[in-house]
Every structure is written in C-alpha cells, then in structure tokens.
C-alpha cells in the first residue's frame, strides 16, 4: 500500500529557507522496472495547484516550474525512501499549501502539468512573511 506523508512546513521570513520532506512508504526507490515520478505541487488560496518540482524515483531527473527555478532543489536519499525540498530565496509568492505527490507518468514537464496524480499527501502549510 503506498502512502506519503509530508512534514516541514512553517512560518519563515521573505528571503529564509525551508526544506520540506516526503516519506514515500511502498515505493521502491531505485528500482528500474517499477518506477514513478515523485514530487510537489502546490496551492495558495484562490489560485490553482502549481506544479512545483519532481525527481524520478529509477534515475537523478528532475524539473522545476520557472517560478522556482534556481531557488529550488528537490533530492532523494533511496535507503529512507523519502523525498527532500530545499526551499531557498523565499518570498511572499511561495505562500502556498505544499503537497506531495507520486504517479506513474515519469518525472518531466508533463509531470508538473498533471491534474491528478495516483497519489497525494496531506499538505503542509508554507507560509513567508516577515
């Protein structure tokens, strides 16, 4: 049975950092024959879910959406099976309710344009302002 789970969220000044987990239980990290996309989305009140980044979980790919690019860095560590989000530069834009994700459709553009994935997490709450 897979499940995620996602901790890490807070309260952080514009310009702070955050780094948000996924614990992905069920999922094979690693694996080349049963593999998934696994990442974020995201979504701040009255504005639609956002894409934010993914990583493969067979191989080191990944993407970003353009808002994030440079400030963003998403990574694995397969022997706890959990996926990591190093938030840096944050500013009031990234403001959102951060949700872990998992699917099938392989890590890509196409990934951060899903309009469901197999899998979600509970979300945890980001919140930047001074």
């Known amino acids: 049975h897979l499940q995620v789970v996602e901790s890490g969220g807070g309260l952080v000044q514009p310009g702070g950092s955050l780094r948000l987990s996924c614990a992905a239980s069920g999922v094979t990290f690693g694996s080349r024959l049963d593999y998934y996309g696994i990442g974020w989305f995201r979504q701040a009140p009255g504005k639609e879910r956002e894409g934010v980044s993914c990583i493969s979980t067979r191989d080191d790919r990944t993407s970003y959406a353009d808002s994030v690019k440079g400030r963003f860095t998403i990574s694995k560590d397969n022997d706890k099976s959990t996926v990591y989000l190093q938030m840096d530069g944050l500013n009031s834009g990234d403001t959102a309710v951060y949700y872990c994700?998992?699917?099938?459709?392989?890590?890509?553009?196409?990934?951060?344009?899903?309009?469901?994935?197999?899998?979600w997490g509970q979300g945890t709450q980001v919140t930047v302002s001074s």
């Open positions: 994700a998992v699917d099938r459709v392989s890590c890509g553009r196409n990934w951060l344009l899903l309009i469901k994935t197999d899998y």
